[in-house]
């Protein structure tokens, strides 16, 4: 069972509009949710995350929106640019003593200039 | 030089072949993982490192093993090779010691191809 999801495999967008990527997830005991970056030939990097206690964080071009009660949240990208071309994955932990990540499936996202 | 190193960067081997994924990492991390990824499914966690002394099995162990030879080598083996486990493998690291979200950041080498015929 899929416990995160990412329903759109991929977006694409004009270069200076803005990125929307949407992440679902089953698991009410997340509590940490992470949104990773990966380029080809590349292992993924951290991009930004937010706690549950939370509902927004903002960090330069990129926000991430929480919304517990549907159990989803968003990554927006503004204004986007051909370097964020990439695959796009959402994560969530459960925290407590384990801080294991469970990876939805990504979303590849093309900047067309 | 990448905190974070996976050797071979790609691999092909035969069915029925033993062979070894290393890691290793400079950022002084006590936690190791191995994920594997398939197309369009994501990263799956094959099994994890708390310390030297804590293995633990993850969502997709079967057919694989590990070793954690000290706090900054992480391996991963695969004791009789067969096709399917044909994917991108990733190694990840995070600080158990940081406080907050900062403890569920992990952070990833750049990946083993491993192609299994």
């Keep these: 069972d899929q416990q995160v999801k990412q329903n759109s495999p991929s977006l694409s967008v004009q270069e200076g509009r803005i990125s929307i990527l949407n992440c679902d997830y089953t698991n009410s005991m997340f509590d940490y949710f992470l949104w990773y970056k990966k380029y080809p030939a590349e292992g993924p990097t951290f991009l930004i995350s937010i706690s549950s206690i939370k509902d927004k964080n903002e960090d330069g071009r990129f926000t991430v929106f929480l919304n517990k009660s549907a159990k989803h949240l968003s990554l927006h990208i503004v204004p986007s640019q051909p370097g964020d071309s990439a695959v796009y994955f959402c994560a969530a932990s459960a925290g407590g003593s384990n801080y294991k990540l469970t990876f939805g499936k990504g979303t590849l996202l093309t900047v067309n200039p | ?117």
């Excluded at chain 2, 099994?47 to 162990?61: A, L």
């Excluded at chain 2, 694989?64 to 994917?87: C, D, M």
């Excluded at chain 2, 990833?108 to 491993?114: D, E, K, P, Q």
Aim: glycine share 8%.
């Design chain 2, 1 to 117: 030089d990448a905190d974070v190193t996976q050797t071979p960067r790609n691999r092909i081997t035969k069915t029925g072949k033993r062979i070894m994924l290393e890691c290793s990492q400079t950022k002084g991390h006590d936690r190791m993982y191995w994920y594997r990824q398939d197309p369009g499914l994501g990263l799956q966690l094959i099994y994890y490192s708390f310390d030297v002394k804590d293995i633990n099995k993850g969502e997709i162990s079967d057919g694989y093993s590990v070793s954690r030879q000290a706090q900054a080598k992480f391996s991963l083996s695969l004791e009789s090779a067969i096709p399917n486990q044909t994917a991108l493998y990733f190694c990840a690291t995070s600080d158990f010691g940081l406080s907050g979200e900062a403890k569920n950041i992990q952070y990833f080498g750049a990946g083993t191809r491993l192609s299994v015929l």
